[in-house]
């Protein structure tokens, strides 16, 4: 069955300083792969997807995730953290061939010391 | 260009209850899909609607039940509530076989 890990559960991190959100992924065919943010109380916004070519895929707000098939994960990074990307970030793998559901993982809670 | 639009943003009802929640989807999508996000959780899948049926469903009981009209709006309905459907009910839009779908900012659902 397909599954996304997120292992962290909460990051800190201080204002400009570099990120990495790990996202393991568990899916028998090429992924379709995506990582969302979440602000308190608000929807989903897309910060990026992958669905095949080059795998360092850029995203809104000066994100980036990069694939790697053989360790099976989609990390999400950020060069320099802004107070401003506190929220939880979820990774979601999406099934191509039958157009459907999302499954997503359980989060990762980030918060920016000033 | 108007993005998903979800109402009521909030609603309590009390167990056993029935409710209905609203979704528009994107200007130019036609694919509808519906999460229910708990506390804490990540969103996981209820149903997905495409012309007008029902194209594929999550693990969840018959209670959920949901409908897409000729303008591609849904609608969500729960049937008997239980204090474990308190949750953040997410919809989804998609374009056909496009993959990505964009969220709504979600109804806030509290069953006392």
Redesign the interface.
């Given at each position: 069955a397909q599954s996304?890990t997120q292992p962290d559960i909460h990051i800190t991190v201080s204002e400009g300083a570099s990120l990495e959100l790990r996202c393991n992924y568990s899916y028998g065919a090429t992924p379709?792969l995506?990582w969302?943010v979440q602000s308190p109380?608000?929807?989903?916004?897309?910060l990026l997807?992958y669905?095949s070519g080059d795998t360092l895929v850029q995203g809104i707000k000066g994100f980036e995730a990069e694939f790697k098939r053989s360790q099976s994960s989609f990390n999400l990074r950020k060069p320099s953290v802004h107070w401003s990307d506190a929220a939880e970030y979820?990774c979601?793998v999406?099934d191509?061939g039958?157009?459907?559901?999302?499954?997503?993982?359980?989060?990762t809670k980030l918060s920016v010391k000033p | 260009d108007a993005g998903?639009t979800?109402s009521p943003t909030h609603l309590i009802k009390t167990r056993g209850q029935q409710v209905t929640l609203r979704c528009s989807p994107k200007s130019g999508h036609d694919?509808v899909?519906w999460?229910q996000q708990a506390l804490?959780?990540?969103?996981?899948?209820i149903f997905?609607y495409y012309e007008e049926e029902e194209?594929?469903r999550?693990n969840f009981p018959d209670r959920f039940s949901g409908h897409q009209f000729p303008n591609y709006s849904s609608e969500l309905n729960v049937n008997a509530l239980l204090l474990g459907d308190s949750a953040l009910y997410?919809c989804?839009s998609s374009q056909?076989?496009e993959?990505?779908?964009?969220?709504?900012?979600?109804t806030?659902l509290l069953v006392l």
């Open positions: 996304v379709y995506f969302y109380g608000q929807g989903l916004q897309l997807k669905f979820f979601a999406g191509g039958s157009q459907g559901n999302l499954i997503f993982g359980k989060g | 998903v979800q694919t899909s999460y804490g959780q990540g969103p996981q899948f997905q194209r594929q999550g997410l989804a056909g076989s993959e990505t779908q964009y969220f709504g900012p979600g806030r």
